[in-house]
T-cell receptor, first 119, second 109 residues
Framework: ETGVTQTPRHLVMGMTNKKSLKCEQH?????MYWYKQSAKKPLELMFV?????RVENNSVPSRFSPECPNSSHLFLHLHTLQPEDSALYLC??????WGQGNGSNQPQHFGDGTRLSIL | SQQGEEDPQALSIQEGENATMNCSYK?????LQWYRQNSGRGLVHLIL?????REKHSGRLRVTLDTSKKSSSLLITASRAADTASYFC?????????FGKGTRLHILP
């Protein structure tokens, strides 16, 4: 157990569906992240939250909408996705955010991801 | 552009042998981290080495860092079947953590 739980583990949806991915961390961390992992590509950082405030959006299309209602929960709302959005979506948390003290020294704790398939 | 890049992309060795993976990066760093990802799972942090450190050990793992060559290596000694996974290096750039594409390690019985 990493302390970061993602649900669902697998999701198949059509391009017109609306669904949400959920992430919960039980580590008392202040920063949470969404990553996209596609085959043969580096891990892509999508969104970063620090203490429930979005601090980074890496040019992610608006069909992905994050939400962080509190420091323990992070959601990724999906709407009108494209086939190229099929990937493993990973949530992570860290005690501190980079740029805060020794934030870049903080290991990230990952959930097991949601395998998303767009039909 | 990608900061860290692992080499080789894939590696198959016999159980009991040592496995060495390398990571090269482009700009100066404060620290470098190695992660492991088992199939169908998330990444797990293995070890962090700071820019002023040259070598670090954790169990069967040995990490080296050569800042003059902008490279790091991860050595897994006496490999086991459970070591089969993808291994990623992560470097910091502009205070952000950037992951490479990873090395897929397969331990043969």
């Amino acid at each position: 157990e990493t302390g970061v739980t993602q649900t669902p583990r697998h999701l198949v949806m059509g391009m017109t569906n609306k669904k949400s991915l959920k992430c919960e961390q039980h580590l008392g961390h202040n920063a949470m992240y969404w990553y996209k992992q596609s085959a043969k590509k580096p891990l892509e950082l999508m969104f970063v939250y620090s203490l429930e405030e979005r601090v980074e959006n890496n040019s992610v299309p608006s069909r992905f909408s994050p939400e962080c209602p509190n420091s323990s929960h992070l959601f990724l709302h999906l709407h009108t996705l494209q086939p190229e959005d099929s990937a493993l979506y990973l949530c992570a948390s860290s005690h501190l955010l980079w740029g805060q003290g020794n934030g870049s020294n903080q290991p990230q704790h990952f959930g097991d991801g949601t395998r998303l398939s767009i039909l | 552009s990608q900061q860290g890049e692992e080499d080789p992309q894939a590696l198959s060795i016999q159980e009991g042998e040592n496995a060495t993976m390398n990571c090269s990066y482009k700009t100066s760093i404060n620290n470098l981290q190695w992660y492991r990802q088992n199939s169908g799972r998330g990444l797990v942090h293995l070890i962090l080495i700071r820019s002023n450190e040259r070598e670090k050990h954790s169990g069967r793992l040995r990490v080296t860092l050569d800042t003059s060559k902008k490279s790091s290596s991860l050595l897994i000694t006496a490999s086991r079947a459970a070591d089969t996974a993808s291994y990623f290096c992560a470097t910091d750039r502009d205070d952000k953590i950037i992951f490479g594409k990873g090395t897929r390690l397969h331990i043969l019985p």
